[in-house]
């Protein structure tokens, strides 16, 4: 089974790094780090990774996972990338993102209609892709997946190996990476942090990272 990571320059390293750990234990995935051109891509830490092939090289994937970033306006102006999406994604058993990877899948018309996720503070402008935001860690209707804000990356990766493999697998994976979150702090989302943090957090992003804020 063909596992393609979708790159581009500016994607947040932890969106792809979390899932990718868990489909690379997982028996029978074949997982290929691709982007409109093979090569380095720096990430929105600063942080490079490589892509081992162009879209362009791909004969086909079963499973697509786009990554999210803190500057959405990167992906969103990749034509190669969206294009290759459209063309990828009717053919994949499953497409999914992490965090704002869901406004690149929604550029690419694959949201129109279907119930996803993003980033808490992004969560509305889905609505302006023609999707059905919904507040949840992890989101499936039909062959799309959607997962929350960078942390959720793992969570969607293990529920797409419980799909794809069966919930037995799923739980060898969680267990052999030890995810067993327990937080040192309860502000992993607005409704715990609380309405001064979370405007905090909103002021520091409209700053760092305001294409999360608007497209």
């Not at 509305?124 to 059905?132: C, K, M, S, T, Y």
Request: charged residues 15%; glycine residues 10%.
């Amino acid at each position: 089974m063909k596992v393609v990571f979708a790159l581009y320059e500016q994607m947040t390293a932890l969106d792809l790094v979390g899932p990718y750990q868990v489909f690379a234990i997982a028996p029978g995935l074949e997982i290929t780090l691709a982007a409109s051109t093979s090569g380095p891509k720096r990430t929105d830490s600063g942080m490079v990774i490589h892509a081992e092939k162009a879209f362009s090289e791909l004969a086909g994937a079963d499973v697509i996972v786009v990554p999210g970033t803190g500057q959405p306006q990167a992906p969103l102006s990749d034509k190669v990338l969206l294009d290759w999406l459209a063309r990828a994604s009717p053919k994949a058993q499953l497409t999914c993102s992490v965090c704002t990877g869901s406004l690149v899948l929604g550029a690419a018309g694959l949201l129109r209609g279907k119930r996803a996720t993003s980033h808490w503070a992004a969560l509305d402008l889905l609505r302006e892709l023609g999707a059905e935001p919904v507040q949840e860690r992890v989101v499936f209707d039909g062959t799309t997946v959607t997962a929350a804000g960078v942390s959720a990356g793992i969570d969607m990766a293990l529920s797409v190996l419980a799909r794809l493999l069966g919930e037995d697998a799923a739980r060898m994976v969680q267990l052999g990476i030890e995810y067993d979150p327990k937080p040192p702090f309860n502000a992993g989302s607005p409704a715990s942090a609380g309405p001064e943090l979370v405007q905090q957090v909103k002021q520091w992003l409209a700053q760092s990272a305001p294409g999360v804020l608007s497209l």
